[in-house]
């Protein structure tokens, strides 16, 4: 396979997405898989961090919400939902954030198994032919 230049790595359109039934709302949503910001601001959003920069615990308050608001896209692929309308979407069914909220964890590779996986099929790198006498 041959490398890939830096403009086809940003054109390349990588991310999934996937419409999902929701009856309780009268219709369907699209979800986005998250992009590697928005999985970095989820993530980080879930932490609470002490004085000293550790881990002092985990802030799972609308830990669901968070995530159905960063992946539920219109048709156009914009968020549906900001940051800031959080707590409303909260209000909603917890079975219902959470069936969202598992296409979501799947298509941005959220889920323990898709980690998991991840880490035991990484292989070593390859070595490239050193320039070096």
Known sequence: MALLSKEQITA?????WEDVDVPE???TVRVLGMSGTDRNAYQASLVV???NGNVQRMNMTDQLAKLVAKSVVGENFERLFSDNEVKELGK???AVLERIGQVAQRLSGLRK???EAKA????AP???ASTSD
Do not use: I, P, T
């Not at 390349?12 to 999934?16: L, V, Y």
């Open 113 to 115: 198994e898709d980690v």
């Open 25 to 27: 709302w009268g219709g």
């Open 120 to 123: 035991g099929n990484s292989e």
């Open 92 to 94: 909603k069914n917890g």
């Open 49 to 51: 961090l002490g004085s």
């Open 126 to 128: 390859q070595s490239g």
């Open 12 to 16: 390349a359109d990588d991310r999934q």
